[in-house]
């Protein structure tokens, strides 16, 4: 018996697949450029999050990364375990944390400033075609964020 006599899809026909094994290639890249700067990817996230805003509230976050308290706060205590970031309590609301970066932090910031070059470069799209791609993506995930609600 064929194993597509019953209309199942192929992995190579799916668009789901095509996403997460290019989600995973990504990373495979990301990987050892983020370990020399001592960070993970979702560490390097929360860090543009807070190159671009420093001060945020760890929902801020959350809500920018689209993931929630329970997968970011550890995720927050390593890092500030590592240096890079504080964590303290809103004076205003008690049930806030508001995350700040450290100096080191901020320093690797320069360091990372590389990385946008590196990965593009790896796509070997064009930064036309780069941008293309990454909003077709965007409104792909903001279509399907409307049915998840």
């Known amino acids: 018996m064929n194993p597509t006599d019953d209309n199942l899809p192929l992995l190579d026909e799916l668009l789901c697949f095509a996403i997460y094994s290019?989600?995973?290639?990504?990373?495979?890249?990301y990987r050892p450029l983020l370990s020399g700067l001592g960070i993970t990817y979702?560490?390097?996230l929360v860090l543009i999050v807070?190159?671009?805003?420093?001060?945020?509230?760890v929902?801020?976050?959350?809500?920018?990364?689209?993931l929630d308290s329970a997968t970011l706060t550890p995720l927050l205590k390593r890092m500030e375990e590592a240096g890079f970031i504080r964590r303290e309590r809103s004076t205003r609301d008690e049930r806030q944390v508001i995350i700040t970066l450290t100096d080191a932090g901020r320093a690797l910031r320069e360091q990372a400033r590389k990385l946008s070059d590196t990965i593009l470069c790896a796509t070997q799209c064009?930064?036309?075609d780069a941008l293309m791609l990454k909003n077709q993506l965007v409104a792909l995930r903001n279509n399907l964020e409307k049915n998840i609600r």
């Open 22 to 29: 290019t989600s995973l290639a990504m990373s495979k890249v």
């Open 42 to 44: 979702p560490q390097y």
């Open 50 to 57: 807070l190159w671009n805003q420093d001060g945020v509230t």
């Open 59 to 66: 929902s801020q976050i959350g809500n920018q990364l689209f």
């Open 126 to 128: 064009s930064k036309e």
